[in-house]
């Protein structure tokens, strides 16, 4: 059996804040085409500069990657 990293309730407590924060960070990523490194601002790279269709455009695709920069 591992040790415990948590041994504390202020422990238990902060990592739960920490993954909280995380997990709302996860969720606020807009994973549609506009933020994804294949999209152009028209077209899909990956799709030979194919424009996407409107759904696929707001929701993104199965290739969808993001490549972490904000702007």
């Known amino acids: 059996m591992s040790e415990a ?7 238990i407590a902060k990592r739960i804040e920490v993954l909280r924060m995380e997990i709302s960070f996860l969720e606020s990523i807009n994973t549609g085409c506009a933020s994804c490194d294949a ?5 899909c ?7 996407p269709p409107p ?3 707001a929701q993104g695709c199965p ?5 972490e920069i904000p702007f």
């Open 63 to 67: 290739e969808w990657k993001w490549d």
């Open 45 to 51: 790279k990956r799709a030979g500069g194919v424009e």
């Open 55 to 57: 759904e696929v455009k």
């Open 5 to 11: 990293l948590y041994t504390t309730k202020k422990e």
């Open 39 to 43: 999209f152009d601002g028209r077209g």
